[in-house]
């Protein structure tokens, strides 16, 4: 039916804490939310169950990110979708290779009002099959882009600059956010730690602690401490922890001292 209301799944790993704007659906009676689930998993499933006419997709998710979701349901039987991301680098690449739209986190309620009427003016007019057809260019891009980043696009005081990989010492998790240490600057971005380590070349970057990543170029010193652990020295000076649990791997790396 024409004037029925179209059927919305939430697939967020923040559930709705991460689509906070999602309240905006409460006055909304053209959109019914059949759904939420935390995971890639689920979303396969219940994307699968529901057949949903809508799903905001969150791209990095448990188990299988968004664009592993996609794949899994195969174009043909998508529905409408909006991506959902912290992190820039993935939204922003979301809308160049054609995805039907996007919600940069945090969002306002205005991005999330006009995503939904975007999706609602797709959903009833002749123009479906396009986002399938941009979606279907979206995932083979991705099937073809390079594994590991070699540059960061950073979203500050209403600018996007751009970070060379090469530039960072050290990484440092602060929560939901990291600061890249590069010597002169340590900007912030939305990413977890362990995100942002799946995206870097393990040949460059390796992870020494729970909450600290390091460019192993820029390791001067190794330095064996009482407990087990290790105190890496980098040649700006900064000192870090090697804990015990990140000690084998990274020695195994670098291999035996001469």
């Given at each position: 039916?024409?004037?029925?209301?179209?059927?919305a799944l939430i697939a967020d790993d923040e559930s709705l804490h991460g689509l906070s704007a999602v309240a905006a659906f409460a006055d909304?009676?053209?959109?019914?939310?059949?759904?939420?689930?935390?995971?890639?998993?689920?979303?396969?499933?219940?994307?699968?169950?529901?057949?949903?006419?809508?799903?905001?997709?969150?791209?990095?998710?448990?188990?299988?990110?968004?664009?592993?979701?996609?794949?899994?349901?195969?174009?043909?039987?998508?529905?409408?979708?909006?991506?959902?991301?912290?992190?820039?680098?993935?939204?922003?690449?979301?809308?160049?290779?054609?995805?039907?739209?996007?919600?940069?986190?945090?969002?306002?309620?205005?991005?999330?009002?006009?995503?939904?009427?975007?999706?609602?003016?797709?959903?009833?007019?002749?123009?479906?099959?396009?986002?399938?057809?941009?979606?279907?260019?979206?995932?083979?891009?991705?099937?073809?882009?390079?594994?590991?980043?070699?540059r960061l696009m950073i979203k500050a005081a209403g600018r996007i600059t751009f970070l060379s990989i090469d530039e960072i010492n050290w990484?440092?998790?602060?929560?939901?956010?990291?600061?890249?240490?590069?010597?002169?600057?340590?900007?912030?971005?939305?990413?977890?730690?362990?995100?942002?380590?799946?995206?870097?070349?393990?040949?460059?970057?390796?992870?020494?602690?729970?909450?600290?990543?390091?460019?192993?170029?820029?390791?001067?010193?190794?330095?064996?401490?009482?407990?087990?652990?290790?105190?890496?020295?980098?040649?700006?000076?900064t000192k870090l922890t090697l804990s015990r649990n990140y000690k084998d791997k990274l020695f195994e790396f670098l291999g035996k001292p001469?």
């Amino acid at each position: 039916m024409k004037n029925a209301p179209i059927r919305a799944l939430i697939a967020d790993d923040e559930s709705l804490h991460g689509l906070s704007a999602v309240a905006a659906f409460a006055d909304n009676h053209d959109v019914e939310i059949v759904g939420e689930c935390g995971n890639g998993r689920e979303a396969v499933a219940m994307i699968k169950k529901q057949n949903p006419d809508l799903v905001f997709l969150d791209v990095q998710m448990p188990e299988m990110d968004g664009f592993a979701v996609l794949e899994s349901i195969g174009t043909e039987r998508l529905p409408e979708i909006i991506f959902a991301t912290a992190y820039e680098q993935y939204a922003i690449r979301a809308f160049e290779l054609h995805a039907l739209d996007y919600l940069l986190k945090p969002f306002d309620q205005a991005r999330f009002k006009d995503a939904i009427k975007h999706a609602k003016e797709r959903f009833r007019s002749e123009r479906r099959n396009e986002g399938r057809t941009q979606i279907s260019a979206l995932l083979e891009s991705i099937k073809n882009k390079p594994q590991y980043l070699d540059r960061l696009m950073i979203k500050a005081a209403g600018r996007i600059t751009f970070l060379s990989i090469d530039e960072i010492n050290w990484i440092e998790a602060d929560d939901k956010y990291v600061h890249l240490h590069t010597g002169k600057i340590a900007p912030m971005v939305r990413q977890t730690l362990s995100a942002m380590e799946t995206q870097l070349d393990p040949k460059k970057f390796r992870r020494v602690h729970r909450s600290a990543i390091v460019n192993v170029g820029r390791i001067k010193e190794l330095q064996p401490l009482f407990s087990g652990e290790h105190s890496i020295l980098l040649e700006d000076g900064t000192k870090l922890t090697l804990s015990r649990n990140y000690k084998d791997k990274l020695f195994e790396f670098l291999g035996k001292p001469l």
